[in-house]
C-alpha cells in the first residue's frame, strides 16, 4: 500500500477501511443471533472462558498483523460486550417463543 499523500486522502482511506468492518460485523452479528439459538442459559451467552480465548486469539493475530495487542484488546473486549447484550437479547427472546 502506498502512503497516503494528504490528510483528504487519509481520511479517505480510513472511510474504507470503516466500511470493510461494518460488513464484517454485520457478518458477525448474524453468526452471534444464530449462536443464542444454540445456548441454553446466560451463563452460556457469557461464556467468560470463550471470552478469553478470543480474546487471546484477538492479542496474538494483533501481534503477527502489526497491530497493538493492547488497541486489538481493547476493541475486542468492547465488541463482545456489545454483542454478548445482542445475543442476551436475542436469547431472551428465543426462549419466551
Known amino acids: 500500500m502506498t502512503e497516503p499523500r494528504s490528510l483528504t486522502e487519509t481520511r479517505s482511506r ?17 453468526l452471534v443471533r444464530t449462536a443464542a439459538a444454540f445456548k441454553k442459559d446466560e451463563q452460556d451467552v457469557r461464556a467468560p472462558d470463550r471470552v478469553a480465548e478470543v480474546i487471546a486469539l484477538a492479542r496474538s493475530r494483533a501481534e503477527e498483523a502489526g497491530l497493538s495487542p493492547d488497541v486489538a484488546e481493547s476493541v475486542w473486549r468492547a465488541m463482545i460486550t ?10 431472551s427472546a428465543l426462549r419466551r417463543n
Do not use: M, P
Not at 480510513?14 to 454485520?26: E, F, G, K, Q, Y
Not at 456489545?82 to 436469547?91: C, G, S, T
Open 14 to 30: 480510513i472511510d474504507t477501511v470503516d466500511s470493510a468492518l461494518i460488513r464484517l460485523l454485520a457478518d458477525r452479528q448474524e
Open 82 to 91: 456489545a454483542f454478548v447484550d445482542l445475543e442476551l437479547a436475542e436469547h
